[in-house]
């Protein structure tokens, strides 16, 4: 088990040291233990890692938040205002498209997201994000 919020607050704080012409805002509570280890915070923080890479405008912006949701849930939520990630990559990971040898997705960050959230049993969701860009979700158990 893990306190969601310390992690969400050192990759905030890494990625706005590395990406300074990037905003990056969090929204988190005080604290939030979910069911993981340190593979999480290697999964959360190549979502960001993705947010901001793949944003081609001159300043990013990037929103992580950490919520409670129904009794025993909570997310770990990636918002942008990056271009939306192909449809294809998504349905690969959530399941709606078979991968297959000469499609299977190139997205690993995705990929490490996916196996972490599902190895502590939550999953990892997508959504569009309140800017036009993407909210990727990792929801997890509450410990």
């Given at each position: 088990m893990v306190d969601s919020v310390p992690?969400?607050?050192?990759?905030?704080?890494?990625?706005?040291?590395?990406?300074p012409s990037a905003t990056i805002a969090a929204e988190l509570p005080d604290q939030l233990r979910v069911r993981g280890n340190g593979h999480l915070s290697s999964a959360v923080n190549s979502l960001v890692e993705n947010a901001v890479e793949h944003n081609p405008a001159p300043?990013?912006?990037?929103?992580?938040s950490v919520l409670r949701f129904d009794p025993g849930w909570a997310e770990i939520r990636v918002e942008?205002?990056?271009?939306?990630?192909?449809?294809?990559?998504?349905?690969i990971l959530t399941g709606d498209l078979e991968a297959t040898q000469t499609h299977h997705g190139?997205?690993?960050?995705?990929w490490l997201a996916k196996w972490v959230a599902e190895s502590y049993g939550g999953e990892l969701l997508?959504?569009?994000?309140?800017?036009g860009g993407n909210?990727?979700?990792?929801?997890?158990?509450?410990?």
């Amino acid at each position: 088990m893990v306190d969601s919020v310390p992690l969400v607050h050192r990759i905030v704080d890494d990625h706005r040291k590395r990406a300074p012409s990037a905003t990056i805002a969090a929204e988190l509570p005080d604290q939030l233990r979910v069911r993981g280890n340190g593979h999480l915070s290697s999964a959360v923080n190549s979502l960001v890692e993705n947010a901001v890479e793949h944003n081609p405008a001159p300043e990013p912006f990037v929103r992580m938040s950490v919520l409670r949701f129904d009794p025993g849930w909570a997310e770990i939520r990636v918002e942008d205002d990056a271009p939306k990630i192909p449809a294809d990559e998504r349905d690969i990971l959530t399941g709606d498209l078979e991968a297959t040898q000469t499609h299977h997705g190139s997205g690993l960050g995705l990929w490490l997201a996916k196996w972490v959230a599902e190895s502590y049993g939550g999953e990892l969701l997508f959504d569009e994000s309140d800017r036009g860009g993407n909210s990727v979700r990792i929801r997890l158990p509450k410990a």
